[in-house]
C-alpha cells in the first residue's frame, strides 16, 4: 500500500548507504521478500487475540484466591501499582519490539545477538506449559461430554465413586427422618430408644436439636469433589505411583490437540477467526453465572470476604510480590506470546493503543471473575457449614469442584452445565492457541527457507510431541505431574525474561532508538507527548527495580511447592528445578557463543562487548519502504537504526562473505549497524 505522507518523509529526506535517489518507493515495495507471512485480517482479530491470550482459566482460579488471601479489597492496591509499574510497561514493550520487526521471540533478538538466548528460553516456557495447559483443557472436556445427560454425574452421593463423608449423604439422611451415628450410617429416629436419642442430643420426641451435629461434619466433601478426585481423575496416592492412562482422558487429550492443530493449521488466518467466539463466549457465560450466584443462599458472605480490605496486610512485602507474579500471569507478558502476536500487525498499527485496551479489560475481567468465583464459594460454605476461608483453593481444580456444584443447582443443569464447560473450553483454548502458535513461529521464523511453507508440518509435529508428553500427565497419577509443572515450568523464569527485557532494549540496544523505533510506527504526535516519557523511565529504571526486588523476595521466601497437603518427594523437586534450568540455560549459553563469534587477535574486550551487542544487517521491519522510513525517522531525530535498509535477504547476503568484521574497521557492516569506524566517536542512543 502506498503511503503517500510515508512517501513524501523518504524523498525529503536524507538516505541511508546503499540506497540509490533514484528508487522510488514501488521500486522496492516489489523487492520485499517477506510478503509471505501472515497478517491478521482485521485489527479486532489481534485485539481479541491478545484478549484470549491474557484472559485464561487462571483468570478464574487465581486472581480471587490471591485477593482473598492478601488483603481482599486492599490488594488491588499493590496489583494496579504493579500493572502500572511492570505490567503496562513491559506490554507495550513487547507489542512495539514485535510489530517492528515482524519476527517471533528468537528471531526478533537480532536486535542485541548477545540477548537471543532470552527467545529460546520464552519458547522453551511456552513449550512446557502448552503441554500442561492442553491436559487442564482435557479435563474441561471431559466434563462437557458428562454433561450431556439427564441427570449430571456429580449430583447425589449414590455413585461408585462416592465415599461415605459425601456431604449429601447428611442432608439425605436428615431429610428422610434420620441421623448420621457416629459410625456413618443413617439411622431412623423412629426407630431409635429413648437412650440413643438422649445420646445423640434429641428431643424425647424425636426432633433434631442444635445440640445435634454431624459427627464427620469437618471430612464432608461435596459430590462435585468426589465425582472429580475419584472419578476423573481416579488419583492415586502419589507422584511416583501413575497407575496406568485414563483411556477417556486419552482421548480428550487427543481432541483437544486436534482442536488446536485445527485452529493453526492455516496461521493466524484461521486463529484470528477462532478468536471472535473463544475471546467473547465466556463473558456472557460469567455474567450469567453471576447473576446465578446472586441468588444463592450464602454468596454476601462470599463476597464480603473477596472485597473487604485488610491493610495491614499491606505491610507484607509477599503480598506485593504476590502482585507482581499475578501481573505476569494475568497479562501474559515475557512469555512470547505478545510478540508472537504484534509480530503479524501492520507496521502502523497504534500498539500504545493496544497496550493500554487489553491489560485493562484484563484486570476488569479478574475482578468481575471474583464476584462470580465468591458468590459461588460462599454457597458452598454455606452447603458445608465452613467459613468461607476454609473452602478456598488456589489450584485449578476448584473450576472443577465449586463451579460444577453451582451449576447443579440451576434448573435444567445439564443445559448450564454444558454451557459453563464451554466457557471453560473457549478460555483455555483462547490461551493455548496462542502459546503454541508462539513455539510454531519461532521456530518457523529461525528457519524460513525450510519452513515457512510447511507450517502444517511445523503444527502437526508440536501437536504429536505434545500429545506423547501428554499421556503422562493422563495417567492415574498424572494430576501430580500437572501441579509439579504449574509450579516450576513458568515460576521466576518470566520475571527474569521480563528483566532481560528491560536490559536488552532499554540499555543494550538503547532506549532512544527504541523510542525511535517506535516513533517511525505510531508517528511523532504520541511519541512526543510528554506523557509518554513514563514508558521510558519504566523501561530504563522503575521496571527493572520493581522485578529485582520482587526475584530477589521470590529466592529469599522460596519453599517446596506442594499439591495440596501433598508433598513432592526429592527426586520430583529434581525434575522441577531441570525444568527451570532448561529455560534459563539459553541466555549465559548464547551471550557465550556470540563472545566466541567475536574473537579477533586486535579487539579489545570492550570491542568485543560492543559487536556482542551490535544489531544484525537483517534486523528491523520487514518491508524495504518501512525499513528506509525508519532509517529517515532515525537520522532526523539523532540515533542511527538498527540493521540495514536493504531487505533482509540482501542484508544476510551482503554480510555472509565476512563472518565478522574487525570491530572499529570503516567497513560497510559498521555504517550499517552503528559501529563506530576508526576514529569516530560511537553514536548516541541510549
Not at 249 to 267: D, E, Q, R, S
Not at 339 to 365: E, G, H, Q, W
Not at 412 to 430: C, E, I, K
Request: net charge negative; with cysteine.
Amino acid at each position: 500500500m502506498t503511503n503517500p505522507e510515508t512517501e513524501a518523509t523518504i524523498v525529503s529526506l536524507p538516505l541511508q548507504p546503499n540506497i540509490e535517489p533514484s528508487e522510488t518507493k514501488e521500486e522496492f515495495d516489489d523487492d520485499d521478500e517477506d510478503t509471505g507471512r501472515d497478517s491478521w485480517g482485521a485489527h479486532l482479530e489481534f485485539l481479541l487475540s491478545c484478549l484470549g491470550y491474557a484472559v485464561g482459566l487462571g483468570n478464574v482460579w487465581r486472581f480471587p484466591y490471591l485477593c482473598f488471601s492478601n488483603g481482599g479489597g486492599a490488594f488491588l492496591i499493590p496489583y494496579v501499582l504493579m500493572l502500572l509499574f511492570a505490567g503496562l510497561p513491559l506490554f507495550f514493550l513487547e507489542l512495539g519490539y514485535g510489530q517492528y520487526c515482524s519476527l517471533g521471540p528468537i528471531t526478533a533478538w537480532r536486535s542485541v545477538p548477545m540477548m537471543k538466548g532470552v527467545g529460546y528460553g520464552m519458547v522453551t516456557v511456552s513449550f512446557l506449559v502448552c503441554i500442561y495447559y492442553n491436559v487442564i483443557i482435557t479435563y474441561t472436556i471431559y466434563y462437557l461430554f458428562s454433561s450431556f445427560t439427564s441427570t449430571l454425574p456429580w449430583i447425589g452421593c449414590s455413585n461408585d465413586w462416592n465415599t461415605p463423608y459425601c456431604s449429601e449423604r447428611f442432608t439425605d439422611c436428615i431429610n428422610g427422618g434420620g441421623i448420621i451415628d457416629n459410625d456413618g450410617i443413617c439411622i431412623m429416629i423412629a426407630n431409635m430408644t429413648v437412650n440413643e436419642k438422649t445420646f445423640y442430643n434429641l428431643s424425647s420426641d424425636g426432633n433434631i436439636t442444635d445440640a445435634y451435629t454431624d459427627p464427620f461434619k469437618d471430612m464432608r466433601k461435596l459430590p462435585s469433589y468426589e465425582f472429580y478426585r475419584h472419578e476423573v481423575l481416579q488419583i492415586t496416592d502419589g507422584i511416583g505411583n501413575l497407575g496406568g492412562v485414563r483411556w477417556q482422558l486419552a482421548l480428550c487429550l487427543l481432541l483437544a490437540w486436534f482442536i488446536v492443530f485445527c485452529c493453526l493449521a492455516k496461521g493466524v488466518k484461521s486463529s484470528g477467526k477462532v478468536m471472535y467466539f473463544t475471546a467473547t463466549f465466556p463473558y456472557l457465560v460469567l455474567f450469567i453465572l453471576l447473576i446465578r450466584g446472586l441468588t444463592l443462599d450464602g454468596h454476601r458472605e462470599g463476597i464480603a470476604f473477596f472485597i473487604t480490605p485488610k491493610f495491614e496486610l499491606l505491610k507484607n512485602p509477599k503480598v506485593w510480590k504476590d502482585a507482581a507474579v499475578q501481573i505476569f500471569y494475568s497479562l501474559s507478558a515475557s512469555w512470547g506470546g505478545l510478540i508472537t502476536l504484534s509480530s503479524f500487525n501492520k507496521f502502523n498499527n497504534n500498539c500504545l493503543r493496544d497496550a493500554m485496551i487489553v491489560p485493562v479489560l484484563n484486570c476488569l475481567t479478574s475482578i468481575f471473575a471474583g464476584f462470580v468465583i465468591f458468590s459461588i464459594l460462599g454457597f458452598m460454605a454455606k452447603e458445608l457449614g465452613k467459613p468461607v476461608e476454609e473452602v478456598v483453593d488456589e489450584s485449578f481444580g476448584l473450576a472443577f469442584i465449586a463451579y460444577p456444584a453451582a451449576v447443579a443447582k440451576l434448573p435444567v443443569s445439564p443445559l448450564w452445565s454444558v454451557l459453563f464447560f464451554m466457557m471453560l473450553l473457549t478460555l483455555g483454548l483462547g490461551s493455548e492457541i496462542v502459546i503454541v502458535q508462539t513455539v510454531m513461529t519461532a521456530i518457523i521464523d529461525e528457519f524460513p527457507k525450510y519452513l515457512k511453507k510447511r507450517k502444517i508440518y511445523v503444527i502437526g509435529v508440536i501437536a504429536i510431541i505434545g500429545y506423547i508428553i501428554g499421556l503422562l500427565l493422563v495417567t492415574r497419577g498424572g494430576n501430580y505431574w500437572v501441579i509439579l509443572m504449574d509450579k516450576y515450568a513458568a515460576d521466576f523464569a518470566l520475571l527474569i525474561y521480563g528483566l532481560c527485557e528491560c536490559i536488552g532494549l532499554g540499555w543494550l540496544y538503547g532506549v532512544k532508538r527504541f523510542i525511535n523505533d517506535i516513533r517511525s510506527m505510531i508517528g511523532d504526535k504520541l511519541v512526543d507527548f510528554p506523557l509518554f516519557m513514563w514508558w521510558p523511565i519504566n523501561w530504563t529504571a522503575l521496571t527493572p527495580a520493581v522485578l529485582s526486588f520482587v526475584l530477589l523476595f521470590n529466592w529469599i521466601s522460596w519453599s517446596p511447592p506442594t499439591a495440596g497437603d501433598y508433598e513432592f518427594p526429592p527426586w520430583a523437586h529434581v525434575i522441577g528445578w531441570l525444568m527451570i534450568i532448561s529455560t534459563l540455560f539459553w541466555i549465559p549459553l548464547f551471550m557465550i557463543i556470540e563472545f566466541r563469534k567475536s574473537k579477533d587477535d586486535d579487539v579489545t574486550l570492550l570491542e568485543r562487548f560492543n559487536v556482542m551487542k551490535t544489531s544484525r544487517p537483517e534486523w528491523g521491519p520487514a518491508l524495504r519502504v518501512n525499513r528506509r522510513h525508519a532509517a529517515n525517522v532515525h537520522k532526523q531525530y539523532g540515533t542511527v537504526m538498527g540493521g540495514s535498509t536493504e531487505t533482509r535477504h540482501a542484508a544476510r547476503h551482503a554480510a555472509r562473505p565476512a563472518a565478522r568484521p574487525a570491530v572499529g574497521a570503516n567497513n560497510e557492516y559498521s555504517k550499517i549497524n552503528g559501529i563506530p569506524a576508526n576514529g569516530e566517536e560511537p553514536p548516541a542512543n541510549v
